[in-house]
């Protein structure tokens, strides 16, 4: 599953550059092309950020990577840190 999602963060990121080179360098009296390629870069951002975050998110529950130095949610308190 890990590597068909970093396969899909992989084209989802290339999908982004590519359509955003196409959207930065459209016409600018072609609007709807320009709209469409910035569209699909969207998209293939949000894709690529979701897969991406899902890859560090594994990596540090398999062991792979070390787990980020954050504050365990049970030291949390409404005022601040206990």
């Excluded at 709209?35 to 594994?58: E, K, P």
Aim: one cysteine or more.
């Amino acid at each position: 599953m890990q590597k068909l999602v970093a396969i899909v963060n992989v084209v989802a990121w290339s999908g982004f550059w590519a359509f955003g080179y196409l959207a930065m360098s459209a016409d600018i009296t072609n609007g709807g092309q320009m709209v469409t390629a910035a569209i699909l870069a969207f998209v293939g951002a949000a894709i690529g950020v979701a897969a991406y975050f899902w890859l560090v998110r594994h990596s540090e529950m398999t062991g792979y990577s070390k787990c980020s130095n954050q504050v365990p949610r049970e030291h949390h308190r409404e005022g601040g840190i206990v």
